[in-house]
């Protein structure tokens, strides 16, 4: 119950603070690119997670230093989506990689 009403306040911070929330990866899960695709392995829960292109890329953004409004406009370049399509499509991964516990998400 805990992991979806983070989840809930995660949407509401992408919603209503886009340009202001940072989502980082977590520091000791150890990523692989496999084909173009990002492969994760989380010793922490003992899992691999598998990303497609889209789910790899936004990864990739997620520094810890990249806004989400930057994110979102980062996809809307690489894959000529409209800016509304973008931004469900980065809340999604980042509410479901925190859900995770892949991300951290930060408020500067």
């Known amino acids: 119950m805990a992991g979806k009403a983070s989840a809930h306040l995660i949407k ?3 919603n209503k603070l886009g340009s202001v929330v940072y989502p980082r990866q977590r ?3 150890t ?18 997670h598998q990303l ?3 789910g790899s890329f936004i990864w990739d953004k997620c520094d810890g230093a990249t ?3 930057e994110i979102v406009r980062s996809v809307t ?8 399509v973008a931004m ?10 925190r859900s995770l516990d892949l991300l951290v998400v930060d408020n500067h």
């Open 31 to 48: 990523r692989q690119t496999i084909d173009g695709e990002v492969v994760i392995l989380d010793r922490r829960s003992q899992k691999i």
């Open 67 to 69: 806004p989400v409004s």
């Open 27 to 29: 520091s000791d899960i």
């Open 88 to 97: 469900a499509d980065v809340e999604r991964a980042v509410e479901e990689l």
């Open 12 to 14: 509401a911070h992408l």
């Open 77 to 84: 370049e690489r894959f000529d989506v409209e800016h509304d």
């Open 52 to 54: 497609n292109e889209a």
